[in-house]
């Protein structure tokens, strides 16, 4: 596995490749693959272009083309990083670092160096953008309001999961400032914040926010992991 905060955010696409199941592409992976291990001749005919001339190509390519970014080029990379930083909407959400402006400049370039391009054009800069924005879209879409955080790829933590992790602390510590008793368990705790709010408040989020909670000393957890008693400090 790779880990969200020091891995995914190293690299300049990511795609999310979900196996959903379907009958006719299914299908037709099934033959392909069958095909490679007994029809070999008939698997080389539906190769665009074969194995050894692309790789000559690319290398050919990434030794000899070293494309320069046109002036209009340049204007197209900072208007689209821009327009990434424009869709947060908000000062919390996160939606384009300079990590993914230098993503543009570097996809830019190979885009023209694919081409042997001397020169990286608009047009480079354009499909650069939608590479990134399909890929930002597939793995880096907040589930809960929708739109792109890049919070979620380099600490595998969404802005609107971290400010409910914050608030859902801040009403665990009113709760206990407030009760006379000594120590509660985590159910009872739950119990209790339910009927302070009329949003759910789940159990894995209650358990993290405990556990955090402990780590700066607020609390203690003892007993059974899977409901532990929460005492004050």
């Known amino acids: ?56 190509y690319i290398t050919f390519a990434r030794k000899n083309i070293n494309p320069v970014i046109s002036q209009e080029a340049a204007e197209k990379l900072v208007e689209g990083y821009v327009g990434m930083r424009r869709l947060g909407g908000n000062k919390r959400t996160i939606t384009a670092t300079p990590r993914q402006l230098e ?4 996809l830019s370039e190979a885009h023209a160096r694919i081409r042997f391009s001397k020169v990286v054009e608009v047009e480079d800069v354009l499909e650069a953008q939608r590479l990134v924005r399909v890929a930002l879209q597939q793995a880096a879409i907040d589930p809960n309001t929708g ?5 979620l790829i380099t600490t595998g933590r969404s802005a609107s999961s971290r400010g409910r992790l914050a608030h859902l602390i ?23 914040l339910k009927s302070m709010s009329s949003v ?30 929460v005492r004050k400090i």
């Not at 033959?31 to 001339?53: G, N, P, Q, R, V």
């Not at 739109?147 to 919070?151: A, C, S």
């Not at 894995?204 to 008693?229: F, H, I, Q």
């Open 200 to 229: 759910d408040v789940p159990k894995s989020e209650v358990k993290e926010a405990l556990l955090l909670m402990e780590e700066e000393e607020s609390v203690l957890l003892t007993g059974d992991p899977r409901n532990p008693t």
């Open 147 to 151: 739109t792109i955080d890049m919070d």
């Open 1 to 56: 596995g790779i880990n969200a905060e020091y891995g995914l955010s190293r690299f300049d696409l990511i795609y999310l490749v979900l196996d959903k199941p379907n009958e006719v592409s299914d299908k037709k992976l099934a033959k392909h693959i069958t095909a490679l291990f007994y029809d070999k001749d008939k698997s080389k005919e539906t190769d665009l272009i074969d194995i050894k001339t692309l790789t000559e």
């Open 103 to 106: 993503s543009l400049v570097r």
């Open 170 to 192: 801040v009403a665990i510590k009113s709760y206990l400032a407030e009760t006379s008793l000594a120590a509660v368990k985590m159910d009872q705790l739950i119990e209790s």
